[in-house]
């Protein structure tokens, strides 16, 4: 049986993930700081393959990584807002902690280490179809802490320590940690609770969608596939038929629940768009996303109707969570200085 170590293996695609590996066999040690609550995670993870570690990428002892065949690395402040919150967090988790954990992994024997990158990458991207060796031209420090991961990757590349890089599209789709801060799936809620919804940033800006489902089986393939076909590869991840503007979206959420009113928000500062070319990992990996955008509204709206999820839930908004999490520490630190902790 092979082990295989995941990390973020309690968020939006590290439940689903996990969840897949443990079906196919594979003895998953799951990493998570814990940031979401445990609950969720330790529900639905449940599977005896599934061993679930609560700990942080920055701390975690470096032996954890011993015996494991492959690692897949999905932790970190998970979008672009997210990670303008405190910037030194940023650097610490997505970026330093990025880099710690894929040298531990290297020096513990890892063969296989999987990273878990973002078409943000690219940024304002200047034309279509944009491939792996387009420039990147990041908009943010979340897109800028992918890349340096990802530089680091490729100078720990060797042919015991076979890397891959995934740039993954916007995920949609329903999910065990459901997400409602992410393009699709906040416009399906604001549409089926509030009847509206809102095009940022102009709605002409254009962004690839993957499902949360088809990311996991990139992921799985990345770690399954021949050297020959991955090792040292970096892969956008989605497919050409799903590069979308954005004010394309508000029209296939209206197909799906119907008398909406729309609301087009200009937002000069975001300036990330980007249509890329998905053929490099049809290619090599025969990678055929098996859901569409239509496909992920319907099921969340009947997720959302049947009450298995509810845009409510404080830790579906990552943005208004990590907020809150930080405002928290910050109190408990204080009132601890001033003796006031029991």
Known sequence: MQKVLVTGAGGYIGIPLCQMLAQKGYSVTALDRGFFGRDRFMQAASHPNIKLLVDDIRTVDPKQFEGMDAVIDLAGLSNDASAEIDPELTVSINHQGGVRLA??????????????????????????????????????????????????????????????????STVFGLAPRMRFDLAINVMTLRAWKERVIYVMGGGEQWRPFIHVHDVCRALMMSVESEASAVSGETFNVGSDDLNYQIKQLANFVKDIIPNIVTHTIPDATDKRTYNLSFAKIIQRLKFDPSSRVHEGIVEIKQALERGVVSGDDPTTHTLGWYRSLIDWEKRIKELSINGKIL
């Open 103 to 168: 040298r531990a992994a290297k020096q513990a024997g890892v063969r296989r280490y999987v990273y878990s990158s973002s078409a943000s990458v690219y940024g304002h991207g200047q034309e279509v179809a944009l491939n792996e060796h387009a420039v990147c031209r990041p908009q943010t420090l979340y897109a800028e802490s992918k890349l340096h991961v990802e530089d680091e990757l490729r100078k720990l590349q060797s042919d015991t320590f076979e890397t891959v890089i995934l740039r993954n």
